[in-house]
C-alpha cells in the first residue's frame, strides 16, 4: 500500500527555523485532510546538477594562472568532487550522499559552462581534459540510480553534433549508425545509455558571456528546430526541452516552434536584489522578501506558462525546472545561499513543484557537490573545490539546504494529501520597491486577480489626431496635430485601496516621429493636481513589430478607480505617424 505524505511536516518547519516578525492570531492549527487524496508526489522534484564543464568558458580565468588552472581542472577532471581521476571511479562518500539527498534526475554539464562545451572532447580514450565526462557522469549517475538530462551547447557546434551525441549515447552497437558518418556507438561502453532528456542551451538569451552578448527569441528558436529534428531523426523517443524567459520571449520563441517540444525549461531564484546590494540590506528584509517569492510570483507564473505552451502547441506541455536556488551572490556578512533561511525558500520551492496542476516532470537544485553553490562540502575546502588525492580520507560537510532533500526523501511517502494550515503572518508591504521589482519580473505575464479591463476603449476628440478601435485595437494616427500631449483615448477600472497591479500590454508604431513615443499610462481617477501618481510603461516610438509593455502601480489609501490611457508625453513637435494598443 502506497504511503501518504504528512504536509503538516513543512509548516511545522516554517515555524520552527525562521525567525520573522510574526503577526499572530488566536491559535495555530495545522488541518491534515487524510482522506482527500490531490495526487502523486512527483519525486523527479528531487533532483540536482553535477557540473564538469571548464570554467574559463566564462572568459574570467588565465590559462597560465596556477591556481585558476586548479580550479578548472577541479570541475572539468574531478566534477567538482564527484569523480577521482586517478582511480577512475565515482568518491563514494559522494554517491552515499547523494542517496541520502534521494537524487532521482542529474543534469549535466552544467549551466552557463555548456556555452563552450564540446562533448566530443569529454568522451574517450586518452583524455586530458574533460576526465569526468558524459560516460563518468552516466557511471554517477547510475550508481545513485538516478535518470540524466543532458544540456546540449547552443554556442558551440551545431546540429549534427547534437545528432552525434544522441546516437553515440542510444543507438544499439550493431552497425545500424543512424547518424552517418563515425559509427560513434562502437566507441562507447557496449550497451547505450539510453537518455531520455535533452535541453537546448542554457539560459542563452544572455549570450555566451564571451563574444556573443544576446541572442533574440527568432534566433533560437530557428536554430532549436535544426537541433530538434536531427536529433528525433536518430532516436525519436527522447524528450528534447526549449528555453522559456520573458512573456516576450516565450510568446516568440514559441509562435515559431509550435508543438516540436516535449517540456518547457524554467529558471528560478528568488532575490529581492543581486549581488552587492544584498550585503547593505538587513537579513531580515532579504528573507521576507525572498519567501514570499515562490508565493507572489512562481505560483502564478507556472499555470499562466503552462497555458501559453499549450495555446502555441496544442497540446499539454509539462515544465521542466532544471534550475533553482535561493539567488543570493554575495559573501557578506555570511554568503546566504548556504543559510536555513535559504533552506525554507528551496523547501517551498518544492510544495509548489510538487503541485500535480503545476506538471513539473522534473526540477534539478543548482547544485550539489562544492563550487559556489554545493549542498555538500569538502572539509576543509574554502570557496571551491581543489581537487584531492582519494588515497586519503576525505569527509563531506551537509550544508543547510541538504538536509530539506534528506528529510524529504526519509519522510514523504507516494501520496499527496490535502492540509490547511491556519497560523501566524508577516507585514511585506513596508518592503514596497522589492515587491515592486518582484511583480515587474513575472516571467509569464500571470495575472494574479482577473483581468480588470473591458469595454471598448473611450475616445475623445483631438484636433488633428484620429483614434479608432477596431476588433480589440486601438489606432491612434497622429496628422501632425499642433499640440502634442495626447491622453484622449482611456478605460477605467475599479480597483482596491493600498494594492499592487500590473498593467500590461502590447504597443506597434508605424513611421512615429519625434524622440517621445507613446505608452500606456495609469493613473488614479480622482483629480490629478491633487493625487498626482501615476505609472507608465516604456515608450515605443519610430517603425516595429508589436512590443510587449509593463509597469506596475500601488494605488493610495483611498483609491476606488483608475484610469489606463493610451499616451503621447510631450511638449515639442513634429509629430506624426501611428500607434496600435492590443490585449490591455
Given at each position: 500500500?502506497?504511503?501518504?505524505?504528512?504536509?503538516?511536516?513543512?509548516?511545522?518547519?516554517?515555524?520552527?527555523?525562521?525567525?520573522?516578525?510574526?503577526?499572530?492570531?488566536?491559535?495555530?492549527?495545522?488541518?491534515?485532510?487524510?482522506?482527500?487524496?490531490?495526487?502523486?508526489?512527483?519525486?523527479?522534484?528531487?533532483?540536482?546538477?553535477?557540473?564538469?564543464?571548464?570554467?574559463?568558458?566564462?572568459?574570467?580565468?588565465?590559462?597560465?594562472?596556477?591556481?585558476?588552472?586548479?580550479?578548472?581542472?577541479?570541475?572539468?577532471?574531478?566534477?567538482?568532487?564527484v569523480?577521482?581521476?586517478?582511480?577512475?571511479?565515482?568518491?563514494?562518500?559522494?554517491?552515499?550522499?547523494?542517496?541520502?539527498?534521494g537524487?532521482?534526475?542529474?543534469?549535466?554539464?552544467?549551466?552557463?559552462?555548456?556555452?563552450?562545451?564540446?562533448?566530443?572532447?569529454?568522451?574517450g580514450?586518452?583524455?586530458?581534459?574533460f576526465?569526468?565526462?558524459?560516460?563518468?557522469?552516466?557511471?554517477?549517475?547510475?550508481?545513485?540510480?538516478?535518470?540524466?538530462?543532458?544540456?546540449?551547447?547552443?554556442?558551440?557546434?551545431?546540429?549534427?553534433?547534437?545528432?552525434?551525441?544522441?546516437?553515440?549515447?542510444?543507438?544499439?552497437?550493431?552497425?545500424?549508425?543512424?547518424?552517418?558518418?563515425?559509427?560513434?556507438?562502437a566507441?562507447?561502453?557496449?550497451?547505450?545509455?539510453?537518455?531520455?532528456?535533452?535541453?537546448?542551451?542554457?539560459?542563452?538569451?544572455?549570450?555566451?558571456?564571451?563574444?556573443?552578448?544576446?541572442?533574440?527569441?527568432?534566433?533560437?528558436?530557428?536554430?532549436?528546430?535544426?537541433?530538434?529534428?536531427?536529433?528525433?531523426?536518430?532516436?525519436?523517443?527522447?524528450?528534447?526541452?526549449?528555453?522559456?524567459?520573458?512573456?516576450?520571449?516565450?510568446?516568440?520563441?514559441?509562435?515559431?516552434?509550435?508543438?516540436?517540444?516535449?517540456?518547457?525549461?524554467?529558471?528560478?531564484?528568488?532575490?529581492?536584489?543581486?549581488?552587492?546590494?544584498?550585503?547593505?540590506?538587513?537579513?531580515?528584509?532579504?528573507?521576507?522578501?525572498?519567501?514570499?517569492?515562490?508565493?507572489?510570483?512562481d505560483?502564478?507564473?507556472?499555470p499562466?506558462?503552462?497555458?501559453?505552451?499549450?495555446?502555441?502547441?496544442?497540446?499539454?506541455?509539462?515544465?521542466?525546472?532544471?534550475?533553482?536556488?535561493?539567488?543570493?551572490?554575495?559573501?557578506?556578512?555570511?554568503?546566504?545561499?548556504?543559510?536555513?533561511?535559504?533552506?525554507?525558500?528551496?523547501?517551498?520551492?518544492?510544495?509548489?513543484?510538487?503541485?500535480p496542476?503545476?506538471n513539473?516532470?522534473?526540477?534539478?537544485?543548482?547544485?550539489?557537490?562544492?563550487?559556489?553553490w554545493?549542498?555538500?562540502?569538502?572539509?576543509?575546502?574554502?570557496?571551491?573545490?581543489?581537487?584531492h588525492?582519494?588515497?586519503?580520507?576525505i569527509?563531506?560537510?551537509?550544508?543547510?539546504?541538504?538536509?530539506?532533500?534528506e528529510?524529504?526523501?526519509?519522510?514523504?511517502?507516494?501520496?499527496?494529501?490535502?492540509?490547511?494550515?491556519?497560523?501566524?503572518?508577516?507585514?511585506?508591504?513596508?518592503?514596497?520597491?522589492?515587491?515592486?521589482?518582484?511583480?515587474?519580473?513575472?516571467?509569464?505575464?500571470?495575472?494574479?486577480k482577473k483581468?480588470?479591463l473591458?469595454?471598448?476603449?473611450?475616445?475623445?476628440?483631438?484636433?488633428?489626431?484620429?483614434?479608432?478601435?477596431?476588433?480589440?485595437?486601438?489606432?491612434?494616427d497622429?496628422?501632425?496635430?499642433?499640440?502634442?500631449?495626447?491622453?484622449?483615448?482611456?478605460k477605467?477600472?475599479?480597483?482596491?485601496?493600498?494594492?499592487?497591479?500590473?498593467?500590461?500590454?502590447?504597443?506597434?508604431?508605424?513611421?512615429?516621429?519625434?524622440?517621445?513615443?507613446?505608452?500606456?499610462?495609469?493613473?488614479?481617477?480622482?483629480?490629478?493636481?491633487?493625487?498626482?501618481s501615476?505609472?507608465?510603461?516604456?515608450?515605443?516610438?519610430?517603425?516595429g513589430?508589436?512590443?510587449?509593455?509593463?509597469?506596475?502601480?500601488?494605488?493610495?489609501?483611498?483609491?476606488?478607480?483608475?484610469?489606463?490611457?493610451?499616451?503621447?508625453?510631450?511638449?515639442?513637435?513634429?509629430?506624426?505617424?501611428?500607434?496600435?494598443?492590443?490585449?490591455?
Open positions: 500500500m502506497a504511503k501518504k505524505i504528512n504536509l503538516a511536516l513543512l509548516a511545522l518547519l516554517l515555524l520552527v527555523f525562521f525567525n520573522v516578525k510574526f503577526v499572530y492570531g488566536s491559535d495555530n492549527v495545522i488541518t491534515v485532510n487524510a482522506g482527500r487524496e490531490i495526487g502523486q508526489v512527483n519525486k523527479n522534484v528531487y533532483g540536482n546538477n553535477f557540473i564538469g564543464y571548464d570554467p574559463a568558458a566564462h572568459g574570467t580565468f588565465k590559462r597560465h594562472d596556477k591556481k585558476s588552472w586548479e580550479y578548472r581542472e577541479s570541475i572539468m577532471n574531478y566534477g567538482a568532487g569523480w577521482d581521476p586517478e582511480q577512475n571511479k565515482s568518491v563514494k562518500e559522494v554517491i552515499d550522499l547523494s542517496k541520502q539527498a537524487i532521482t534526475i542529474l543534469r549535466f554539464p552544467g549551466g552557463c559552462g555548456t556555452h563552450s562545451y564540446n562533448w566530443k572532447e569529454a568522451v580514450e586518452g583524455r586530458k581534459r576526465l569526468y565526462g558524459i560516460d563518468e557522469f552516466l557511471k554517477t549517475a547510475g550508481e545513485i540510480g538516478a535518470e540524466a538530462v543532458i544540456t546540449v551547447s547552443y554556442f558551440t557546434g551545431n546540429e549534427e553534433d547534437a545528432a552525434d551525441l544522441v546516437e553515440y549515447l542510444n543507438a544499439a552497437d550493431n552497425g545500424s549508425n543512424p547518424n552517418g558518418g563515425t559509427d560513434l556507438s566507441e562507447r561502453a557496449k550497451n547505450p545509455n539510453k537518455v531520455k532528456f535533452f535541453e537546448i542551451g542554457n539560459e542563452v538569451w544572455h549570450g555566451n558571456h564571451r563574444d556573443i552578448k544576446k541572442v533574440l527569441p527568432e534566433e533560437y528558436a530557428k536554430r532549436y528546430l535544426k537541433y530538434y529534428e536531427a536529433m528525433k531523426a536518430v532516436d525519436p523517443s527522447i524528450k528534447i526541452g526549449v528555453v522559456l524567459h520573458t512573456a516576450d520571449w516565450n510568446r516568440r520563441v514559441l509562435g515559431i516552434v509550435k508543438g516540436r517540444l516535449d517540456f518547457g525549461i524554467i529558471h528560478t531564484y528568488p532575490t529581492p536584489v543581486w549581488g552587492k546590494k544584498l550585503e547593505r540590506m538587513r537579513p531580515e528584509r532579504i528573507f521576507s522578501v525572498s519567501l514570499a517569492i515562490p508565493v507572489l510570483k505560483r502564478f507564473d507556472f499562466q506558462t503552462l497555458k501559453l505552451l499549450k495555446e502555441k502547441s496544442g497540446r499539454d506541455i509539462p515544465l521542466a525546472i532544471t534550475e533553482y536556488n535561493g539567488g543570493f551572490v554575495q559573501k557578506k556578512p555570511v554568503p546566504y545561499r548556504h543559510s536555513l533561511g535559504t533552506a525554507l525558500i528551496n523547501a517551498e520551492l518544492l510544495r509548489i513543484f510538487m503541485k496542476g503545476h513539473v516532470i522534473m526540477a534539478n537544485y543548482w547544485q550539489f557537490s562544492n563550487s559556489y554545493g549542498m555538500i562540502k569538502s572539509e576543509g575546502e574554502r570557496l571551491y573545490f581543489m581537487k588525492d582519494y588515497r586519503n580520507p569527509t563531506y560537510e551537509k550544508r543547510p539546504n541538504f538536509y530539506v532533500y528529510l524529504y526523501n526519509k519522510h514523504f511517502g507516494d501520496i499527496l494529501i490535502d492540509a490547511d494550515v491556519k497560523t501566524g503572518s508577516y507585514e511585506i508591504g513596508k518592503y514596497e520597491p522589492y515587491i515592486r521589482m518582484l511583480v515587474k519580473r513575472i516571467k509569464s505575464g500571470a495575472i494574479i483581468n480588470l473591458s469595454g471598448k476603449w473611450k475616445i475623445r476628440e483631438f484636433p488633428g489626431v484620429y483614434a479608432k478601435e477596431k476588433d480589440g485595437v486601438l489606432e491612434i497622429f496628422k501632425n496635430p499642433e499640440e502634442f500631449n495626447y491622453y484622449h483615448s482611456i477605467r477600472a475599479k480597483v482596491e485601496p493600498d494594492t499592487y497591479y500590473r498593467l500590461s500590454g502590447y504597443i506597434r508604431t508605424e513611421g512615429l516621429t519625434g524622440k517621445k513615443g507613446v505608452c500606456l499610462e495609469i493613473l488614479d481617477n480622482r483629480n490629478r493636481a491633487k493625487n498626482p501615476t505609472a507608465a510603461t516604456k515608450e515605443i516610438t519610430g517603425t513589430e508589436w512590443q510587449y509593455v509593463e509597469t506596475v502601480y500601488e494605488t493610495s489609501s483611498n483609491t476606488r478607480y483608475v484610469i489606463i490611457r493610451g499616451r503621447r508625453i510631450g511638449v515639442q513637435g513634429p509629430l506624426k505617424g501611428k500607434a496600435f494598443f492590443k490585449d490591455v
